[in-house]
């Protein structure tokens, strides 16, 4: 279409912290986040289309540096704040209604009504707009009220880190460095640790001026226990609403903390098989013939091998690797390559011990 107009550039638009996709939060990570107007894939469509049209060939997301509520002041200021209200972030299209076309509860929800609230122009996102209200409104399901509290604890977390914490914390930043045309990576890596602080600042002060607000009512406990103003008080899931005992979890001791956290389903671990542990038989086959289809210079194509383990076997949720904010197997290369390459020898060692796995 660009060339059709004689152009040699196109542009995404989408707010920084949204298109960076550092983990914000449990619920939002590997297939689950948004990974279309990333940095490395957006510096990849460039490059490829600088190969089919033989010439240079931009693609830009000029909001790359802006967070949400940035990207309202814009539209705000250009006289188009009215707007805002007729367009929809909502990822649960399935619940849409003429008067409420927004869930509420998904991350492009959360995101947009924090945006909204910080921004210079709040009454343009009206909160009858939505079936949950993100303050006050009580979050019924478990993955629903994790999101607000992670989303909350991420934003608090990172106000308060410099930049070197930040890309020790996040390991999907090493993605971003090496695709800012014009910018060198420690300027990169700033630019990242400034755009967070903002983003937590603009969330937090939301917070605080809602906790002003609502005083009474969270002293006198009159509001839902899973809503954003009680989980940011709390600081945690509020009492009552973990999950039931059942054979798939198992008690975290971690600083006393007796609750109970599940195991993940189906994931094989990136430990070596001991007493008391079984091999995920299947996960471990999957690994390997990804493994074998490559032949023995897999090691070389650590990106292909990456990307079809992506579609053929389920991540391994190692402690490690969620620490590093790996959401997939791409974030475990680019954060912890010895490491990936470690579990996965071991799982192709698994299978040449265990010939008849998986038949």
């Not at 995404?12 to 449990?26: A, D, H, W």
């Not at 939301?206 to 005083?215: P, S």
Request: charged content about 25%; proline content about 4%.
């Amino acid at each position: 279409m660009a060339r059709v107009f004689g152009l040699k550039r196109f542009r995404f638009y989408e707010n920084g912290v949204v298109g960076l996709n550092l983990p914000i939060s449990e619920q939002v990570v590997g297939t689950r986040a948004t990974r279309t107007t990333h940095p490395q894939v957006v510096s990849g469509f460039a490059e490829l289309f600088s190969l089919v049209t033989e010439e240079s060939f931009a693609v830009e997301n000029p909001f790359l540096w802006l967070t949400k509520a940035g990207v309202v002041d814009l539209i705000g200021d250009a006289g188009c704040s009215h707007l805002i209200q007729h367009s929809v972030s909502c990822m649960h299209t399935h619940e849409q209604t003429v008067d409420q076309p927004h869930c509420g509860r998904c991350s492009q929800c959360v995101s947009r009504r924090f945006g909204t609230l910080a921004s210079r122009y709040p009454l343009s996102d009206p909160d009858n707009l939505y079936r949950v209200e993100l303050l006050t409104g009580e979050r019924l399901k478990e993955k629903d009220f994790t999101l607000v509290e992670s989303f909350i604890r991420f934003a608090t977390d990172i106000g308060s880190m410099n930049v070197s914490q930040v890309v020790e914390r996040y390991g999907e930043v090493g993605r971003v460095l090496r695709h800012i045309p014009g910018l060198s990576a420690d300027e990169v890596a700033e630019r990242i640790g400034e755009l967070h602080r903002r983003h937590s600042r603009e969330v937090t002060r939301v917070l605080d001026e809602a906790i002003g607000v609502y005083a009474t009512e969270i002293r006198e406990r009159r509001l839902p226990l899973t809503c954003a103003i009680m989980l940011a008080v709390s600081g945690s899931h509020p009492e009552g609403t973990q999950p039931e005992s059942s054979d798939n979890q198992t008690p975290s001791r971690s600083n006393g903390d007796s609750r109970r956290t599940k195991k993940p389903s189906g994931a094989a671990t990136s430990e070596p098989s001991s007493r008391g542990r079984r091999a995920d038989v299947e996960g471990n086959v999957k690994i390997a013939d990804v493994l074998k289809s490559f032949g023995n210079d897999w090691r070389k194509h650590l990106a292909e091998v990456c990307e079809a383990l992506e579609h053929k076997a389920t991540f391994i949720r190692t402690r490690k690797w969620k620490q590093l904010g790996c959401g997939d197997w791409s974030d475990v290369l680019a954060a912890d390559q010895e490491g990936l390459v470690k579990a996965l020898q071991h799982r192709l060692d698994w299978v040449a011990k265990h010939p008849g796995a998986g038949v």
